[in-house]
């Protein structure tokens, strides 16, 4: 009786024991919050001038 040989199992994931407060989230950035690359100045005015408040003049 011969006996096939095994397929090589894959390795199980390693536990990582990193500090997760140590790595950069989604939300520790300003991509989602609605800010809008800037560079153009006279978008920036319009944009000003559209969501300025009524009593600011």
């Given amino acids: ?15 990582v024991f990193d500090d997760p407060l140590d790595q950069q ?7 989602g919050w609605g800010e809008r690359p800037s560079g153009d100045s ?6 000003f001038l559209d969501e300025k408040p009524p009593h600011h003049i």
């Avoid at 011969?2 to 199980?12: G, N």
């Avoid at 989230?25 to 991509?31: H, I, K, Q, S, V």
């Avoid at 006279?42 to 944009?47: F, G, I």
């Fill in 1 to 15: 009786m011969s006996t096939a040989p095994e397929p090589p199992r894959e390795p199980k994931p390693a536990l």
């Fill in 25 to 31: 989230t989604a939300d520790d950035t300003d991509r």
């Fill in 42 to 47: 006279a978008a920036d005015l319009k944009r």
